[in-house]
């Protein structure tokens, strides 16, 4: 959300809502999911989800977990924000909820023959 954006050095600094929405898309894009998708692996209606990945509701802490469960990754990388994604997945792992494990991107296909998914495996 664009005002609680904060302005350090001439660069707006992202708060802590718009780091956990932001992830988020990049790993449903990462994923080939939809928002929708996303919204019904957390419970969550059509509407609820748009509003969260819209910016116009926070997602709870315990949507965060969940994300995180469902993507396979820390829970801190939403808060540490897409910066931290990014380095995390140009050098070719992104921190998981294991000490010290890492995740390597790789496309898959899946077994009903839709198209290739890019999932983050170990």
């Given at each position: 959300?664009?005002?609680?954006?904060?302005?350090?050095g001439?660069?707006?600094a992202?708060g802590?809502?718009?780091?956990?929405?932001?992830?988020?898309k990049?790993?449903?894009?990462?994923?080939?999911?939809?928002?929708l998708?996303?919204?019904?692996?957390?419970?969550?209606?059509?509407?609820?989800?748009y509003n969260r990945?819209q910016?116009?509701?926070?997602?709870?802490?315990?949507?965060?977990?969940?994300?995180?469960?469902?993507f396979?990754?820390?829970?801190?990388?939403?808060?540490?924000?897409?910066?931290?994604?990014i380095?995390?997945?140009?050098s070719?792992?992104?921190?998981?909820?294991?000490?010290?494990?890492?995740?390597?991107?790789h496309?898959?296909?899946?077994?009903?023959?839709?198209?290739?998914?890019?999932?983050?495996?170990?």
């Amino acid at each position: 959300m664009a005002d609680t954006l904060q302005v350090v050095g001439g660069t707006p600094a992202l708060g802590p809502d718009d780091k956990v929405r932001l992830v988020a898309k990049m790993l449903i894009g990462m994923h080939r999911m939809t928002e929708l998708e996303l919204g019904r692996r957390l419970g969550l209606p059509r509407t609820p989800i748009y509003n969260r990945m819209q910016g116009r509701t926070p997602f709870s802490v315990a949507e965060v977990a969940r994300m995180a469960d469902i993507f396979g990754i820390s829970p801190e990388v939403f808060l540490a924000g897409p910066n931290a994604l990014i380095a995390g997945s140009d050098s070719g792992s992104i921190k998981t909820r294991r000490r010290g494990a890492s995740v390597s991107p790789h496309v898959a296909t899946s077994t009903s023959g839709s198209r290739p998914r890019l999932s983050l495996v170990a």
